[in-house]
T-cell receptor, first 108, second 114 residues
């Protein structure tokens, strides 16, 4: 079993819908990362969290350290949000472990 | 100005050849990484260097040899290429090691071994 599990694997939604992607992990971490990979292949860091909640535009990321769980929310989703969203954790030994990603498709 | 650059973007080569991928960052970061993304899009760390010193060396065949001539550069040399080496290789950097720093990714190098 992977140390980082994401759900759902695939998500299709209509433009405007509120989107939630979940990430659970089973190891001690120093930080959790949310990454976005566009169809063109480039990877961009969206958030890095070690506690609480962060917001950037329509994106919100939360983390619950006790429950070893994080969520990424997208409000008022748009077709340009279509991408693969990847959760990754930085373990305390400095290694970074990635989830398998959530493929999001927003229909106009 | 590109923050993290990789060359080449595409690399097609035959089994048994030796090839190199170069990575440069102009962010002044101390730590650089190599990641491999397989055909199922799963990312895995290969190596990490902090100030030219190897700090993470995952279970990677020793045909793969990273080299960091200075903290702005981290190159990946692959000997005796095999079909299973076909993947996208991403370089990344962060301010320093410890994991609790944002990662900045290069555009990736798509390696195809025939």
């Amino acid at each position: 079993k992977n140390e980082v599990e994401q759900s759902p694997q695939n998500l299709t939604a209509q433009e405007g819908e509120f989107i939630t992607i979940n990430c659970s992990y089973s190891v001690g971490i120093s930080a959790l990362h949310w990454l976005q990979q566009h169809p063109g292949g480039g990877i961009v860091s969206l958030f890095m969290l070690s506690s609480g909640k962060k917001k950037h535009g329509r994106l919100i990321a939360t983390i619950n350290i006790q429950e070893k769980h994080s969520s990424l929310h997208i409000t008022a989703s748009h077709p340009r949000d279509s991408a693969v969203y990847i959760c990754a954790v930085s373990r305390r030994d400095d290694k970074i472990i990635f989830g398998k990603g959530t493929r999001l498709h927003i229909l106009p | 100005d590109t923050a993290v650059s990789q060359t080449p973007k595409y690399l097609v080569t035959q089994m048994g050849n030796d090839k190199s991928i170069k990575c440069e960052q102009n962010l002044g970061h101390d730590t650089m990484y190599w990641y491999k993304q397989d055909s199922k899009k799963f990312l895995k760390i290969m190596f990490s260097y902090n100030n030219k010193e190897l700090i993470i060396n995952e279970t990677v065949p020793n045909r793969f040899s990273p080299k960091s001539p200075d903290k702005a550069h981290l190159n990946l040399h692959i000997n005796s290429l095999e079909l299973g080496d076909s993947a996208v290789y991403f370089c990344a950097s962060s301010q320093t090691s410890g994991g609790a720093y944002e990662q900045y990714f290069g555009p990736g190098t798509r390696l195809t071994v025939t």
